[in-house]
């Protein structure tokens, strides 16, 4: 802080406690500067209060590194991990937190003190622009990831800001769309990854959607954010709005006051003028208010105590030098990612000695895809791509021509075919690939039946070219590294572990979210940027998004329907296989004061070291009430070298077991039996194992 500060304030003594700094700070402020810290200033920062000595504090997005645009700060490079829906696919905790903390240390190298992610939206709609930003489809997966990134990235005072709070699954109309959630749905899918991430993770803020949930604006939600947030977690810290603070909910600035939220971002304008208008119309009101503006500010200022922020030099140049060692971190997460869909005749791994001629095909942009567009995106910086990282592994048996003859396709020992979808803020994704993909995928197939399909993207896709390939990859959206992680598990040095975060459906109409975009002109609509939800909403006033599936999301939705998906969550293949064997429950009764925990063992059974994703789900036996088939509760990833097996050990709680009753409200556990399944995807049960309450 300031060498000029008061003396013996109790803001400046950093043995105080985070609260009455806080308070202290606000004791000294005047009701202009109460009202100026219930706003963002200059599009990424928060207000300084340089007449205490208080700095800004510089924010910057998120999530799969620094995203360099905004920042006023003079950042350099940053590296560009893997997406967050990669992360997901490796199911590695320990990892997620090593992530984060990496990049934890660029923001301190450069002076950002808030990093704007991870994103906590869920994959209900596999058309959602920005699904690339989340962690996949389930409550469970997407808790686990984001505790570990939270704790990671705050290990090193940076804040993170878990985002958007609810329900923001989607861009089409991303700011006037009012989304309908059910309470259940709510307890039950939605909630869990935010509740998480502030109780067992520590998040110091959440940023609300643009959209509205249940009629109330994501920044003005007093059920949400008041009720839920506040009163129920007890969370302290900063709410923010998203970036288009109030603009699309004017007539209702009163609520900010009383929502439980605290910054209005990129600025609090709209928001300001109401307070003044309101304040010269009934000067009455001034002291409630001003009381209110001070709570605001309180929970922003306690955010930024706690976390240090205003007691360490605002960036740390020493933590540069640590870039080197993220370009490790980024490799591994891209290996353990790679989800390897299909491989007949195991086409994969290539080996070196038997092969001469690998064809590369596919467009430059999918051979470059590696991040999303919008707030997500991350530059990085000496990317290996693609064909770089293959021609370091394979040399000049890599082909890649500006056009390519049939008979040099049909000479090819294999083809890796490159296709892409962008992903992105502002804009859905069509189900689709764009018009002559398949037929192309299809002909290559026809003239040369080694061919591996390679897809980076955020989105799902439909496969019809499936039974006619040997190969199939998911790539995600691999970062900097992307090359070099491809061609380590193309060539079998890196042997592929990662798994679905989501489900692959058939086809988009499958999905229960299929109808998000369509309005009542029966026609299909795509953007999401502020300029096109005014557009839109001129057009056809508020949108109104039913999530009329409920908790049935993923696949809790595809086997209530029965309906079969290409590629089940969890799904994802190995070069080596593995044996589940002796499954035991520690008691076949449990309660609620004591967790039971399932042990089996694993056995890699072929002939390279590789891990396995063991998922826990449960299954009750007589469903008394609707609920969903089975539902993920643990999962472990395991190491085993060729031929080792080891035994695992995963715990069930009786929380595990409920489902949220929104007649009383309350989470129930009903007596009955239950299944649990030790499986290596969701359609692929392993072995079970009964218990009863
Ligand atoms: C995005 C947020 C992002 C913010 C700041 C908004 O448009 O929705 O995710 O953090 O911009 O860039």
Not at 47 to 55: C, F, H
Request: hydrophobic share 40%.
């Amino acid at each position: 802080m300031h060498d000029s500060l008061p003396a013996h304030a109790v803001y400046t003594n950093i043995k105080a406690s985070p609260e009455a700094r806080a308070n202290d700070v606000i004791k000294r402020l005047s009701f202009d500067e109460k009202l100026m810290l219930t706003g963002g200033w200059n599009k990424m920062h928060f207000p300084a209060i340089s007449r205490l000595g208080i700095p800004p504090v510089y924010f910057a997005d998120a999530s799969q590194g620094v995203h360099i645009k905004d920042i006023c700060v003079r950042v350099e490079k940053s590296t560009a991990f893997p997406d967050l829906m990669a992360l997901a696919a490796t199911w590695n905790t320990d990892l997620a937190y090593n992530y984060a903390q990496s990049i934890s240390e660029e923001c301190q190298a450069w002076g950002v003190n808030v990093l704007l992610g991870p994103g906590l939206n869920l994959y209900r709609n596999a058309e959602g622009g920005r699904n690339y930003e989340y962690f996949g489809e389930d409550p469970l997966l997407t808790s686990k990831m984001a505790i570990s990134y939270v704790k990671g990235m705050q290990s090193l005072g940076t804040i993170a800001a878990i985002k958007h709070f609810l329900g923001n699954e989607q861009e089409f109309a991303r700011h006037i769309v009012d989304v309908k959630i059910e309470e259940r749905a709510l307890q039950e899918i939605y909630l869990p990854p935010f509740k998480a991430a502030l109780e067992a993770g520590g998040a110091l803020a959440v940023m609300t959607g643009n959209n509205s949930v249940n009629g109330y604006p994501g920044a003005a939600n007093t059920p949400l954010s008041g009720n839920v947030l506040r009163k129920e977690y007890g969370f302290k810290g900063i709410i923010m709005s998203d970036w288009a603070s109030s603009q699309f909910w004017l007539d209702k600035q009163n609520l900010e006051l009383t929502s439980g939220h605290s910054l209005l971002m990129d600025n609090n304008e709209i928001f300001a003028k109401y307070v003044r208008d309101e304040i010269s119309a009934h000067p009455g009101k001034k002291a409630l208010i001003e009381h209110e503006l001070e709570e605001m500010a309180f929970n922003n200022l306690y955010a930024f105590f706690k976390s240090g922020v205003y007691d360490r030099p605002y960036r740390n140049p020493g933590l540069v030098k640590n870039m080197e060692g993220h370009r490790n971190i980024a490799l591994q997460t891209a290996e353990e990612a790679i989800t390897l869909l299909k491989n007949a005749g195991g086409i994969l791994p290539l080996h070196a000695s038997k092969i001469n001629k690998i064809l590369v095909l596919g467009t430059d942009e999918a051979l470059t895809m590696y991040t999303g567009k919008g707030s997500g995106m991350v530059a990085g910086y000496n990317h290996v791509d693609y064909l770089a990282g293959l021609k370091n592994v394979f040399g000049d048996k890599i082909i890649r021509k500006p056009t390519t003859s049939d008979d040099e396709i049909k000479a090819a020992d294999v083809v890796l075919y490159f296709i892409n979808k962008p992903a992105g803020e502002g804009f859905d994704v069509n189900y689709n690939m764009p018009d002559g993909v398949e037929q192309s995928i299809n002909k290559v197939a026809d003239m040369n039946k080694n061919i591996v399909v390679i897809y980076s993207g955020g989105n799902g896709l439909p496969m019809p070219w499936l039974s006619n390939v040997k190969g199939v990859i998911f790539a995600y959206l691999l970062g900097q590294e992307r090359g070099n992680a491809l061609a380590n598990v193309v060539s079998g040095k890196v042997n592929p572990s990662g798994k679905l975060p989501f489900t692959i459906e058939k086809r988009f109409n499958d999905s229960p979210a299929k109808d998000y975009n369509k309005m009542s002109d029966g026609k299909y609509y795509w953007k999401g940027g502020k300029g096109d939800s005014k557009k839109i909403y001129e057009q056809f006033g508020k949108v109104q998004v039913n999530y009329k599936e409920g908790i049935y999301i993923g696949y809790r939705w595809f086997e209530k329907m029965k309906v079969e998906p290409q590629f089940p969550f969890g799904f994802g293949l190995s070069y080596t296989n593995f044996s589940y064997t002796g499954i035991q429950s520690s008691s076949a009764v449990i309660n609620k004061d004591r967790e039971i925990s399932i042990t089996f063992n694993i056995k890699n059974e072929g002939r390279v070291d590789g891990a396995e994703i063991a998922q826990l789900y449960v299954h009750e036996i007589k469903n008394t009430v609707d609920r969903p088939v089975k539902e993920l509760k643990g999962f472990q990833k395991v190491y085993l070298k060729a031929g080792e097996g080891r035994s695992v050990k995963i715990a069930v709680k009786l929380s595990d077991l409920a489902w949220w009753n929104d007649k009383t409200h309350q989470w129930q556990v009903n007596h009955g039996d239950y299944l649990v399944q030790i499986a290596s995807s969701s359609t692929d049960i392993k072995q079970q194992v009964k218990i009863s309450y």
